[in-house]
């Protein structure tokens, strides 16, 4: 598990960082809705990897799939944010960094496709 220090993020909890490239991060909203969100960071003309072996990255299926989210939270919290993102109240988030440091968001769709700006 590689459970980062709690932290506040403005209104959100970090409850998981990763510090690698291309990396993702998990928060628990501390006045929902949504209850969670979870961050991809891509930068330049890096995009999602389509073709996982657990489907398209960033979709509902590669979040709960490879032990993902018990081996970064723990199998309690982990059930906890399935179930949350099985009732809607996750919210995934594309976040696309420009090579001027200009970041724009975007949501991601269940199935792993980039939609509308976020939030």
């Known amino acids: 598990m590689q459970l980062c220090h709690i932290q506040?993020?403005?209104?959100?909890?970090?409850?998981?960082?990763?510090f690698t490239?291309?990396?993702?991060?998990?928060?628990?909203?501390?006045?929902?809705p949504p209850k969670y969100v979870i961050n991809e960071a891509k930068y330049g003309s890096s995009k999602l990897n389509p073709k996982t072996a657990d489907g398209p990255q960033m979709s509902d299926k590669w979040i709960k799939g490879s032990k993902r989210l018990e081996e970064q939270v723990g199998t309690q919290k982990a059930e906890e944010i399935m179930n949350a993102l099985d009732k809607g109240e996750v919210d995934k988030v594309l976040s696309k960094v420009d090579a001027n440091g200009k970041v724009t968001t975007y949501?991601?769709?269940?199935?792993?496709i980039i939609g509308s700006p976020w939030p």
Do not use: A, H, Q, W
Not at 107 to 112: E, I, S, Y
């Open 8 to 18: 506040y993020f403005g209104k959100y909890l970090i409850i998981f960082t990763s």
């Open 107 to 112: 949501r991601v769709k269940p199935d792993g």
């Open 21 to 32: 490239p291309g990396s993702y991060n998990i928060y628990e909203n501390t006045t929902p």
